[in-house]
DNA sequence: TATAAAAAGATAATCATTATTTATAATTAA
DNA sequence: TTAATTATAAATAATGATTATCTTTTTATA
């Protein structure tokens, strides 16, 4: 934890920003919570519970800020906020997703799987690519598993 | 293009629901201009040269009612307002996006490519594959031309 | 034709996000 | 150190996309 963020401090200053007590609440709450995909609002309230001073707009500057050094993602599935997702440690692309459309539960897939995807980007169209968002909507194991009990 | 309206008057009625003048010209609108990613407001705006009388909460109607019956995708490049995109001809999966984070261009890749990335998801994450977004952020080809020529 | 249901129009309400304005904390120059 | 300068935060107003509501019109049905 301590070690991230010290790491994160260091991209701060890198680009002449500074870690400030609320900007470090806020990553605080995007570690402990890494494997969730929290709102702006989510972020908001749970860096409140340890630091009830803060304000939304410095939560959302701060989200805003973690973006552009590329530390958080941006992400949207459909349901009308943004969320923010901290990107794994030294990836140089975002992670994708599985989004369930029964449970609505997201897991994550950290492995590229898009080597040759992007190959063929870049041969046929001539595109360069500087990143990606992948999304599955489907429906997860737990939930075909149920449905399959149900039936039987 | 009248088979095209036809085709989807077919769809709506499958599911009861009617083809009013409305819809129809809100799904022109959509067939017009296929290439583009229009936003809601957009379309409002297109729909609205030909038929004056029509409100922008029906035209949010329609678009939710396309998107339900799977013949528009609803996307979002992240730039706050949702997308209309008309899904192919009997695509399977919505199609894949080129973004290019210079010009603001968008691509279409009409080609599947996901066959071996999902056959993992479902060998290694167990997950059944509904439908997919996956989007491409980088420099399209003009981009990269112009750059070389201010370059040299 | 009378009645019911579906859809549209007009517009108000909601709500996520952004902008603004004022206050506070950190840096820098004198 | 003290006085500017700058960066950041807090509070809150404004914006703008989307959704909800309420009334009217159109379409289907008895
Ligand atoms: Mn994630
Ligand atoms: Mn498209
Ligand atoms: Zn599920
Ligand atoms: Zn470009």
């Known amino acids: 934890m301590e070690h991230r963020i010290d790491r994160i401090k260091k991209q701060l200053h890198a680009q002449s920003y500074k870690l400030t007590p609320q900007r470090e609440a806020t990553v605080r709450v995007l ?9 702006a609002e989510d972020v908001y309230l749970l860096v409140k519970e340890k630091s009830p001073e803060i304000g939304l707009a410095t939560v ?4 805003e ?7 958080v993602d941006k992400i949207n599935f459909g349901d009308g906020v943004s969320r923010y997702d901290l990107r794994k440690e030294g990836a140089a692309h975002f992670h994708h997703h599985l989004v369930c459309t029964e449970c609505g ?7 590229d ?3 040759d995807v992007e190959k ?3 041969n046929d169209w001539g595109f ?4 990606h968002r ?3 909507h489907g429906i997860c194991k737990q939930c075909q598993q149920e449905t399959a009990n149900t039936t039987t």
């Open 113 to 115: 799987l898009l080597e």
């Open 60 to 63: 959302y500057r701060t989200l």
């Open 128 to 131: 360069q690519v500087k990143d």
């Open 31 to 39: 570690l402990e919570r890494e494997e969730d995909h929290l709102s």
């Open 65 to 71: 800020l973690l973006s552009e050094l590329k530390i």
């Open 134 to 136: 992948l999304t599955f």
């Open 105 to 111: 539960s997201v897991e994550e897939i950290e492995e």
């Open 120 to 122: 063929i980007v870049k």
